[in-house]
Every structure is written in C-alpha cells, then in structure tokens.
C-alpha cells in the first residue's frame, strides 16, 4: 500500500513537503511513482512524477519551477516538495505507482490516472490560502 504524509495548510507563496512510503513498489526497480491531485469538484490530475531506472523526473506546466519530486531509496521514501504556493494548488495530494511495463510514459497523464494497473494512496489534503 501507499501511504501519505505530511500535507496541511499553509498561506500562498509559502512552502510544504509531503511524503509517500512505496516500499512495496521498489522490487523490481522499474516503477513509475508519481503525485497526482484532486481539487473538490475537479477532475484528478497529474502533478509530477520519476521513473525509479534513471530518475528521470516529469512535471506538468503549471507546477514548474516550483515543485520537485525525489525518492530516498533508503526509506522508500517519495518525495513532493512544493514551493511558491498558490491558492489553486489547494487539493488532495496523492502517491500513485504503476510498473513502467505497464504504461508507455511516466509521465503523470490521463493514461496513468485511468490505468487499471496503478496503486494509490489515500491521499493528504494541502490547503493554501
């Protein structure tokens, strides 16, 4: 399972890390671990994500520049520091895994949020004012 950490509130242009244990997604190596969000009323939808061969990391556009995805192998640990908050990142954040065999890019799409394949978190709410 995946389970969620670290999110809350949090005035705009502040910063907040939230965290994921995947230890159960680390064997075999090739994952791809991702963050997706979902705003009430909104659709899910993909914020950043790395596959765990090369840890080539993919972000959409609108968290550029302001957020950063990383993994502690040590602790199985997936990682969403998020700087320069806005009122519009308010959301819940979740920790997704799907086997890199099973989806043809990491990157955090529509393909990766209807995939059967995919686990999830519960989810951790991030709220900016």
């Known amino acids: 399972q995946l389970v969620e950490s670290g999110g809350g509130s949090v005035q705009a242009g502040g910063s907040l890390r939230v965290s994921c244990d995947v230890s159960?997604?680390?064997?075999?190596?090739?994952?791809?671990l991702g963050w997706f969000r979902q705003a009430p009323g909104k659709e899910r939808e993909g914020v950043a994500a790395?596959?765990?061969?090369?840890?080539?990391?993919f972000y959409v556009d609108a968290v550029k520049e302001r957020f950063t995805i990383s993994r502690d192998n040590a602790k199985n640990t997936l990682y969403l520091q998020m700087n320069s908050l806005k009122p519009e990142d308010t959301a819940m954040y979740y920790c997704?895994?799907?086997?890199?065999?099973?989806?043809?890019?990491?990157?955090?799409?529509?393909?990766?949020?209807?995939?059967?394949?995919?686990?999830w978190g519960q989810g951790t709410q991030v709220t900016v004012s």
């Open positions: 159960e997604h680390t064997n075999p190596a090739y994952y791809c």
């Open positions: 997704s895994a799907v086997s890199r065999g099973r989806i043809n890019s990491c990157f955090p799409s529509w393909t990766w949020v209807r995939s059967t394949h995919a686990s």
């Open positions: 790395i596959f765990t061969g090369n840890s080539d990391t």
